[in-house]
């Protein structure tokens, strides 16, 4: 009788085990696709912008910004349209 109760602990810890690791693999890819979608959501194409020269100006209607830089090249700024709230 003593046998078949380290028998099941033994399997217990092995199902335990197996349940982490499935966990960890789980956790993982969850996490890289959660970023990947971030970098999408926060990018300046995503906020209907587009990348100019940092040295150039922005068109007209456009501000600048490089806190939504994501998407655009190492020298670039995302240009945003202003949004224009006038209620006549």
């Known amino acids: 009788m003593s046998d078949k109760k380290g028998e099941l ?3 217990f810890i092995i199902i335990l085990v197996l349940a982490l690791i499935v966990l960890a693999v789980v956790i993982y890819i969850f996490s890289t696709n959660v970023s990947k979608g971030n970098d999408d ?3 300046c194409q995503s906020k ?6 940092v040295d150039d100006p922005c068109p007209t ?8 830089n ?4 190492d020298g670039y700024k995302c240009c945003l349209p202003v949004l ?3 209620k006549n």
């Open 61 to 68: 209607g456009y501000s600048g910004t490089t806190f939504f």
């Open 48 to 53: 209907s912008g587009q990348c100019y020269r």
């Open 41 to 43: 959501l926060s990018g």
């Open 84 to 86: 224009n709230n006038d």
């Open 70 to 73: 994501k998407g655009c090249d």
């Open 9 to 11: 602990s033994i399997n």
